[in-house]
């Protein structure tokens, strides 16, 4: 029986420069791995750290074998798996474009309210909406807007964060 295919989020400190985002891009597609969801942003100026968020798949050996291959990318100073080390926090934004009239409209707007989903654009046939949530929520959002009009999403990826004192 083969090893069931799990969904790991992975927190990587890197280096703040140029190419550190190809190397770990390369890094993956070079040993045909996928990656789901990639976020990256600086979190310490001072020191030129950025961190890389992504989320990616595979057998419990394929994600060890992630985990050190990053790990010994030289830029690398900390790899963290998320969904093995505790309790995390994970988020995603997302923009969703609905347009319609009428009854889908109101219907809409009435879910959007129960997801606590924001209207930050509204024209006369159309809405975008913003939310912020666990990833399965948005696809739970999303799903329900596909029968009222659906017809754009724009997602950033997920970030996270391990809960308590502990860092990176």
């Known amino acids: 029986m083969a090893d069931k295919i799990e969904t790991h989020t992975l927190s990587v400190l890197v280096d ?3 190419g550190v985002l190809a190397r770990v891009i390369g890094l993956f597609s ?3 791995y996928n990656i789901e969801s990639l976020t990256v942003a600086e979190v310490d100026a001072s020191r030129h750290l950025s961190r890389i968020t992504l989320v990616t798949s595979g057998t419990p050996m394929v994600i060890e ?9 030289v830029p690398v ?6 969904t093995t080390e505790g309790p ?6 997302a923009l969703i474009k609905v347009v ?6 109101v219907e809409s707007l009435r879910i959007a309210d129960i997801f606590r989903a ?11 909406f913003e939310m912020t949530g ?16 659906l017809v754009d999403v724009s997602r950033t990826g997920v970030v996270a964060i391990s809960r308590g004192a502990k860092a990176i």
């Open 100 to 105: 319609g009239s009428g009854e889908k409209r």
């Open 16 to 18: 703040n420069e140029p």
């Open 88 to 93: 995390h926090v994970a988020r995603e934004m």
């Open 30 to 32: 070079g040993r045909g």
């Open 65 to 73: 074998q992630i985990k050190a291959q990053l790990d010994r990318l």
């Open 77 to 82: 100073h900390a790899v963290r798996d998320l």
């Open 134 to 149: 666990s990833p399965e929520k948005i696809d739970a959002f999303v799903n329900l807007m596909r029968p009222l009009g």
């Open 118 to 128: 924001r209207a930050v654009d509204s024209t006369i046939e159309s809405f975008v």
